[in-house]
């Protein structure tokens, strides 16, 4: 499909041609009613003349699309509470939205990314102002207005199966919604699976954010620098230890430093191919040793194509970023090791290969040690959920393999896969308890056998939520779906939730090394952050509360 810029006397004149619409019409929304539309997720209610519903993954779909021909569509709205959030008009699976931070009008999705805007000035739709946004195909043009001036233009001759409206985080309010054109049935949105697990835990909680001298910082933040999204790798000699994270939220990879004593100090940055800055979003830090003999580290990073970087000389040097032929939204947390000298990569993808519903779990498997990578399968996905960040991890007596997933809908607990045959297939996914809930899971085996996992708390009702937590229990706990036996509050921030994706280690000693990026004071912006513990501390700590309870 091609594009072209049209110019704002083009549009308007275009506006002004008197058009014969076809004779199908329809309302979907009128005097704040619902009339003709499907709801998902949350409800939406009749407040003050308006249409009313706000909150993530909760849309307002019209019960008809739009065939093949010209059409008109129009809704009167107002959103408020938009400017540290976005919300958008949805088309199909693209989004032409409004984005409160910026101020500025966005598009977002493989189609509409390929238009253009009128001109520079991208109209302000602002916070509790209402607004009449029109969008109107003539021919094969689609242009995008927002109260009668044309703001965005493309071609799309296709039908668009499905229209509506997408709150996000902020709070949408629509007096009115209708459509004039070669209308179609739209499809229903997908049924929601029913809830299996409560909102909330019943397991202990321990406490130690106040215990700073646990706290390494091994990239500090300031007023102008983010440091996000680390991840590490703990050589065999128990003491080498490498750290890599990004510049900025899921922006430019490249920071990369050592330690030589189990992650208590480290280097100054480390060099790295030049082209490590031009590949984005959380890159991971692999130990492989392949079918040949030969030891491999290799750093993923990437959000469409997936790329990687390697090094045969222990971290010495890498190789510059490659495509490695798969693709993702965040790259694998862990390579696990598979019968046959092979390696499973699970990851997420989404629509497009973007970060956009639905979201699906996906795996590769390599038989050269990480060096190429076999074609993707999918392993799930899950209604009405967007699944994601996937954590590989294997029972203790190597026969199964359990794969923790984020639910970035947030409708749900997080999730959970079993195989029993080395990933061929998967057990159906089935929500976890409230307490294994978050995002980022990532874990280590403790010497007695029980498991410490790290991620942020995003449980629904938790009084950790938003911070950066371990959960303490077993892999019997985990694949029985019971709640584990405690856990502890690391770390929390002025900066709620923008936090977690742990980097996960065991030093000989027993001492854990977990790994965060996090918002240390008000006036900076987030730092890369270790926290240090023996899970005996834990354990003691665990045996005093209870005394004194």
């Keep these: 499909m091609t594009t072209r810029l049209l110019t704002l ?35 939406w209610q009749t407040v003050d003349g308006a249409l009313t519903c706000g909150g993530c993954d909760n849309f307002l779909y019209a019960t008809k699309g739009l065939g093949k021909g010209d059409f008109k569509v129009q809704a009167r709205l107002t959103i408020t509470n938009l400017a540290k959030s976005a919300a958008s008009f949805v088309l199909d699976k693209e989004n032409f939205g409004f984005e409160g931070a910026s101020g500025k009008v966005f598009v977002g999705g493989r189609l509409l990314e390929r238009g253009q805007f009128v001109d520079g000035d991208q109209v302000v739709v602002e916070d509790g102002k209402t607004f009449i946004l029109d969008i109107v195909r003539q021919k094969k043009e689609v242009t995008i207005s927002i109260d009668g001036k044309p703001i965005y233009c493309l071609e799309w001759p296709g039908v668009i199966e499905r229209i509506g409206l997408r709150p996000w985080r902020s709070t949408m309010a629509v007096e009115s919604f209708t459509a004039t054109g ?52 703990l050589m065999p000699d128990g003491r080498t230890m ?36 031009t590949i984005r979003n959380c890159p991971t830090l692999h130990r492989v040793v392949g079918p040949d003999g030969v030891e491999r580290l290799i750093v993923m990073a990437g959000n469409g194509a997936m790329h990687q970087s390697i ?97 970035n809908a947030r409708r749900y607990n997080s999730l959970l896969v079993t195989s029993d045959d080395e990933a061929k297939t998967w057990s159906k996914p089935v929500e976890l308890p409230a307490a294994l809930t978050g995002d980022r899971h990532h874990g280590v085996y403790l010497p007695d056998g029980r498991l410490v ?41 002025p900066k709620k939730f923008d936090l977690g994706y742990p980097g996960m280690e065991l030093l000989p000693d027993g001492t854990v090394v977990a790994t965060t990026y996090i918002q240390l004071k008000p006036d900076e912006k987030n730092s890369v952050v270790s926290v240090r513990f023996k899970i005996e501390e834990f354990d003691a700590l665990l045996a005093k509360q209870q005394k004194s309870e």
Excluded at 200 to 227: E, F, H, N
Aim: glycine fraction near 8%; aromatic fraction near 8%; charged fraction near 20%.
């Design 9 to 43: 006397t083009a549009l308007l004149s275009l506006a002004a041609v008197t058009h014969a619409w076809a004779d199908d019409q329809a309302t979907f929304v009128a005097d704040g009613a619902a009339k003709a539309v499907y709801s998902q997720g949350a409800s």
């Design 182 to 233: 070669n209308l179609v049935d739209a499809p229903k949105p997908v049924e929601p699976v029913a809830r299996t697990q409560a909102d909330g835990y019943t397991i202990p909680v321990l406490d130690i954010t106040d215990q700073t001298d646990r706290q390494v910082v091994i990239a500090r933040g300031t007023k102008d620098v983010y440091q996000g999204h680390p991840d590490t790798l």
């Design 311 to 407: 090094s045969l000389d222990q971290g010495k040097t890498f190789t510059p970023m490659k495509p490695n032929g798969l693709h993702c939204v965040v790259v694998p947390m862990n390579l696990m090791p598979l019968a046959g000298d092979r390696l499973l990569a699970v990851y997420h993808r989404g629509h497009g290969d973007r970060d956009r519903p639905p979201l699906e779990i996906w795996q590769s498997i390599s038989e050269d040690g990480g060096q190429t990578w076999l074609p993707e399968t999918k392993v799930y996905g899950y209604p009405a959920g967007n699944p994601c960040e996937p954590w590989v991890v294997r029972s203790p007596d190597g026969k199964q393999l359990a794969i923790l997933s984020r639910e």
């Design 453 to 493: 996992i790290c991620f942020r708390d995003t449980a629904h009702k938790s009084p950790t939520r938003g911070d950066f937590v371990a959960w303490v229990g077993t892999y019997d706990d985990i694949v029985n779906l019971r709640e584990g036996q405690y856990r502890v509050r690391l770390m929390t921030s």
């Design 242 to 277: 490498f750290a890599a994270w990004t510049l900025n939220h899921g922006g430019a990879c490249g920071p990369l430093k050592k330690s030589t004593d189990g992650g208590l100090t480290w280097s100054e940055l480390l060099p790295v191919p030049e082209n490590w800055k």
